[in-house]
């Protein structure tokens, strides 16, 4: 076996996008073994996705997390929740923009970028006061 080969700039970006999800889902303790499956997924078709379309490599870390917020709303509900308004029925955070790069979760109520894509844990334990 050789060195192993320097990672693509496609793979790259497809292991960030993975890596900056996986920490929302782990944020929101809800990285269980069958979610972590469904960025597993979403990651594969947007590798093929990407290599149709380079262009849109610099928007995979918004679109995987869009694909994982909706399969995960079939199987279990509206994830993730807003960690901001504490009035109202509980309500998920959006990906914004949706298709561009600098993706945040945003809450459409308050009107409040919430948190970068990846950065939810830094917004869950508890959104600063103004």
Avoid: I
Avoid at 12 to 37: F, I, N, P, T, Y
Wanted: charged fraction near 20%.
């Amino acid at each position: 076996m050789g060195c192993m080969e320097p990672l693509t700039p496609l793979e790259q970006a497809l292991h960030a996008a993975r890596a900056l999800v996986l920490a929302d889902l782990v944020a929101g303790r809800v990285a269980e073994a069958d979610v972590v499956s469904l960025v597993e997924d979403s990651v594969a078709r947007r590798r093929w996705w990407v290599e149709q379309w380079p262009d849109g490599m610099r928007y995979v870390a918004g679109l995987v997390a869009q694909d994982v917020q909706d399969a995960l709303l079939e199987r279990y509900g509206r994830w993730p929740l807003c960690p901001v308004c504490a009035f109202g029925d509980p309500h998920a955070l959006d990906v914004e923009p949706e298709l561009g790069p600098d993706p945040h979760w945003v809450c459409h109520q308050a009107g409040v970028k919430v948190a970068a894509v990846g950065s939810l844990g830094s917004a869950v334990g508890g959104a600063p006061s103004s």
